[in-house]
């Protein structure tokens, strides 16, 4: 089956993009393909701690009510975006007559503390655009809750966010049909925590690239100072 793209182009159904990707990709494009194109993974404790959290809540109770329900590991997909993934929580009021659904809540439960960048909000971002098609409605704010805060935190699902959101969908697409593992870009804070560091190698990777450079530019100089 072909479904329209976000980009006005026509993509496989099969290659719908994992919501859970776009954090990924948003984190650092190399560990995106890594994880999604050479199919290379390793867990460390920040992500096991993760996972276990994951597990932990989908197997959690669920509330209903005639007015409000409560889905865990809810299943979502559009086929506008090319987006497929699932949601740790939607909540749902509906319509006590026509059990409609009136107002829906995406919450997505993560480890660690709020951040400052968008990684965390173009996921839940992805979220929304999936339930908005699914339901047909709406939905201006979404919710985390971080662990380590004990709280949840409300994200503004504003025009900016969706087009940063879109665009990042495309520029994974772009990454899956050049099927090429960008160069590392070792950076202290980001690669140091990163499971991963040790299939990436992103020290020794740069280095070698930057090495290669440097001679590169020695032999072609010393190239036109002997044609002198």
Same mark, same amino acid.
């Given at each position: 089956?072909?479904?329209?793209?976000?980009?006005? &182009?026509?993509?496989?159904?099969?290659?719908?993009?994992?919501?859970?990707?776009?954090?990924?990709?948003?984190?650092?494009?190399?560990?995106?393909? !890594?994880?999604?194109?050479?199919? !290379?993974?390793?867990?460390?404790?920040?992500?096991?701690?993760?996972?276990?959290?994951?597990?932990?809540?989908?197997?959690?109770? *669920?509330?209903?009510? *005639?007015?409000?329900?409560?889905?865990?590991?809810?299943?979502?997909?559009?086929?506008?975006?090319?987006?497929?993934?699932?949601?740790?929580?939607?909540?749902?009021?509906?319509?006590?007559?026509?059990?409609?659904?009136?107002?829906?809540?995406?919450?997505?439960?993560?480890?660690?503390?709020?951040?400052?960048?968008?990684?965390?909000?173009?996921?839940?971002?992805?979220?929304?655009?999936?339930?908005?098609?699914?339901?047909?409605?709406?939905?201006? &704010?979404?919710?985390?809750?971080?662990?380590?805060?004990?709280?949840?935190?409300?994200?503004?699902?504003?025009?900016?966010?969706?087009?940063?959101?879109?665009?990042?969908?495309?520029?994974?697409?772009?990454?899956?049909?050049?099927?090429?593992?960008?160069?590392?870009?070792?950076?202290?804070?980001?690669?140091?925590?990163?499971? !991963?560091?040790?299939?990436?190698?992103?020290?020794? &990777?740069?280095k070698s690239v930057r090495r290669y450079m440097q001679n590169q530019i020695k032999?072609?100089?010393?190239? !036109?100072?002997?044609?002198?």
């Open positions: 089956m072909q479904v329209k793209g976000s980009l006005d &182009t026509f993509v496989a159904e099969n290659d719908l993009v994992q919501i859970s990707a776009l954090q990924h990709a948003m984190f650092c494009e190399r560990q995106y393909a !890594l994880i999604h194109i050479e199919r !290379l993974w390793e867990e460390n404790r920040f992500t096991a701690e993760g996972r276990a959290l994951h597990e932990r809540v989908h197997t959690d109770h *669920r509330e209903s009510r *005639r007015s409000f329900l409560q889905e865990y590991d809810m299943s979502v997909r559009s086929l506008k975006f090319g987006l497929i993934g699932k949601c740790d929580l939607v909540e749902i009021w509906r319509d006590t007559k026509s059990h409609k659904p009136m107002r829906i809540n995406p919450v997505e439960f993560k480890r660690g503390r709020k951040k400052e960048n968008d990684v965390d909000r173009v996921q839940i971002c992805a979220q929304v655009l999936c339930i908005e098609e699914m339901f047909n409605l709406t939905i201006e &704010t979404a919710e985390f809750y971080y662990l380590q805060e004990h709280r949840r935190t409300v994200a503004n699902i504003d025009e900016t966010l969706r087009a940063k959101t879109i665009a990042l969908i495309d520029r994974i697409r772009t990454i899956n049909e050049n099927k090429k593992t960008p160069i590392a870009n070792y950076e202290k804070k980001r690669c140091d925590p990163c499971s !991963l560091i040790d299939l990436c190698m992103p020290k020794y &990777t740069t032999a072609g100089l010393t190239s !036109l100072c002997e044609s002198c």
